[in-house]
């Protein structure tokens, strides 16, 4: 089945720069859109930034300047890079993809968005 894997969380100074990547295993099908959220303690999960099939990105505007996504070539591997980090930006960070499956020989097919388990990032002094 498919599976989201993120890595890269940890402990960063204010001000420092940490990666974040998110492996997608197990789809037959294409990536459509894929994104990251993030969750602090004690609040909604909300949107970081998005990167659609060609590239397009979005970014929550507490982000925008300082976090980069990006994926690769495949399309299989999706890139947070942040950077000047903020004692805000601690949360737990989840990855998701829109997958389109096919299912018939006519073409028919269904979306589903999977996400990953997340991964934790503290920011602190």
């Known amino acids: 089945q498919v599976q989201l894997a993120e890595s890269g969380g940890g402990l960063a100074q204010p001000g420092g720069s940490l990666t974040l990547s998110c492996v997608v295993s197990?789809?037959?099908?294409?990536?459509?859109?894929m994104g990251w959220y993030r969750q602090a303690p004690g609040k909604e999960r909300e949107l970081v930034a998005l990167?659609?099939?060609?590239?397009?990105?979005n970014y929550a505007d507490s982000v925008k300047g300082r976090f980069t996504i990006s994926r690769d070539n495949a399309g299989s591997t999706l890139y947070l890079q942040m950077n000047s980090l903020k004692l805000q930006d601690t949360a737990v960070y989840y990855c998701?993809?829109?997958?389109?499956?096919?299912?018939?020989?006519?073409?028919?097919?269904?979306?589903?968005?999977?996400w990953g388990r997340g991964t934790l990032l503290t920011v602190s002094s």
């Open positions: 197990g789809r037959r099908g294409s990536i459509n859109a």
């Open positions: 990167i659609s099939s060609v590239g397009s990105t």
């Open positions: 998701t993809a829109d997958i389109r499956t096919i299912v018939s020989v006519e073409g028919a097919y269904y979306d589903k968005a999977y």
